[in-house]
């Protein structure tokens, strides 16, 4: 018996709708999200993530709409991430049924609300989300904010750092270089990230073929994001499940007797 | 009815729709009476120990659970709705433990593992003759946690290693927890809070 790995997929929302681009750009249509969800915690998701990058505020309303809609018909964690700026909008996103919440730009404007949060809800609710690109910085891998639009000159493993000793309960670590290319998994990345933190490590970025999430766990990740491989249908979540079972790695199975 | 306790603890929404997939009505309550005369009452709890102690206490819910139990009626408390069923907590930011509800006793600490919070799904040793577990023993459960007790309490014991051993699980009479989450665990927390109401 052992804790299993987790498989999450992610479900980019805006205005209501599941989108998914290439390196944060050309952004296609991918489906209805509770409708979605719902397919997800069928096929065995062991989490779901909700990015909300609405850019306006009724983008966000209908956002936590779907969250509503969606815990109340789907019985595994859901994370919600995407314009968390303060104590009160996680107030609320934990209201409306989301179970923890990723942050990622407001955390490194101000770092302290990463210890706000969590003196108020306890650690566990809270994901720091990590963009990170291969830059010139003292690891080689630097944060970047606005959904990987903009540098920020921090190096990520001194953030990774930081972030853990203000209390964040797991870290999800985006490769904005492999996101969405289905190349891959930063291995080294995640790697360099492992070494620096003692909390849960979510790989998101680069999944495409079935080895490749066997990698990121070799690598030191603890779940395995993804999300176009999954909406466009190139792996089922059994599938995944099914590769990883026969290499020996633990996972949920979700046949009941 | 089920009335799951309001004390100010994070997302009471999916625990609600989870309990009442179970047939009973279910109601979200801070409401000392109401929460007295349902007819299983669940302390669910996200965060810290001493803050869930301190929102208990704002509803006097340490006398609610105590006279539930007293009077024979079920509780069931889930994750630190488990943990402060016990005398004590040793997660603490003042240096010193803090007072549970006291109904086992025994302390609870953290837990020894190079990774924390234990986050994720894992299998559990369910008790022999468990009624919570009933059909559902070989299944794997969503746990949240850095802290837990490692002492046997109560009638039946069902419990996890993560690191360490410990107690996933307590029924004792009219009183059970869990320190995961059935309302997130998916078929298999369904069956598991089935099994609970069915009790009642």
């Known amino acids: 018996m052992s804790l299993s790995i987790r498989i999450i997929p992610c479900l980019d929302v805006t205005e209501g709708r599941v989108v998914k681009g290439v390196n944060f750009t050309n952004l296609v249509d991918a489906g209805d999200p509770v409708e979605m969800a719902e397919l997800y915690g069928v096929e065995g998701a062991d989490e779901l993530t909700f990015l909300d990058i609405s850019a306006s505020s009724a983008g966000r309303e209908t ?43 407001s955390a490194i404007a101000r770092p302290q609300l990463i210890a706000e949060i969590a003196d108020r809800f306890g650690s566990q609710v809270l994901v720091l989300s990590v963009d990170a690109r291969r830059a010139r ?50 291995i080294s990345m995640i790697t360099a990230v492992r070494e620096v933190s003692n909390v849960p490590l979510i790989a998101s970025g680069g999944a495409g073929a079935l080895e490749d999430f066997a990698a990121a766990l070799d690598a030191g990740a603890d779940a395995l994001l993804a999300a176009s491989v999954f909406h466009f249908g190139i792996h089922r979540i059994g599938d995944v499940k099914s590769y990883l079972a026969k290499h020996n790695y633990p996972v949920r199975t979700t046949t009941m007797k | 009815m089920i009335a799951i306790l309001d004390y100010g603890s994070g997302n009471l929404r999916s625990a609600e729709r989870a309990f009442a997939t179970a047939g ?177």
């Open chain 2, 24 to 200: 009973h009505d279910v109601v979200v309550t801070s409401d000392a009476n109401v929460a007295f005369e349902a007819d299983g009452l669940v302390v669910p709890g996200v965060g810290a120990f001493a803050a869930c102690m301190k929102g208990l206490q704002t509803i006097n819910g340490k006398e609610i659970i105590r006279k539930r139990i007293s009077s024979e009626r079920s509780v069931l408390g889930i994750c630190i709705g488990m943990q402060i069923l016990f005398s004590y907590g040793d997660e603490h930011s003042d240096g010193a433990p803090h007072d549970g509800v006291g109904i086992w006793d025994a302390i609870v600490t953290k837990i020894t593992a190079p990774i924390l919070p234990h986050m994720g799904w894992n299998t559990v040793e369910a008790a022999q003759g468990s009624t919570l577990m009933k059909g559902i023993e070989d299944q794997a459960f969503y746990f949240v946690h850095s802290f837990a007790a490692k002492e046997p309490v109560g009638v039946h014991q069902t419990w996890t290693t993560y690191g360490e051993k410990f107690l996933s699980a307590v029924e004792d009479g009219y009183v059970s927890a869990t320190q995961f989450h059935p309302e997130k665990s998916g078929v298999a927390g369904l069956a598991l809070i089935k099994n609970w109401s069915n009790s009642l």
């Open chain 1, 137 to 186: 910085t003292a690891s080689g891998f630097e944060v970047t904010t606005h959904g990987g639009r903009e540098g920020t000159d921090i190096d990520a493993l001194a953030w990774v750092e930081k972030a853990c000793a203000l209390g964040v309960g797991e870290i999800l670590l985006n490769s904005m270089d492999a996101d969405g290319t289905r190349a891959g998994y930063d």
């Open chain 1, 63 to 105: 956002t936590l709409d779907v969250i509503r809609q969606t815990a109340e018909q789907v019985f595994i964690p859901l994370t919600v991430g995407g314009g968390v700026r303060s104590v009160e909008d996680v107030n609320r996103l934990l209201r409306a049924g989301a179970d923890k919440i990723s942050i990622n730009t």
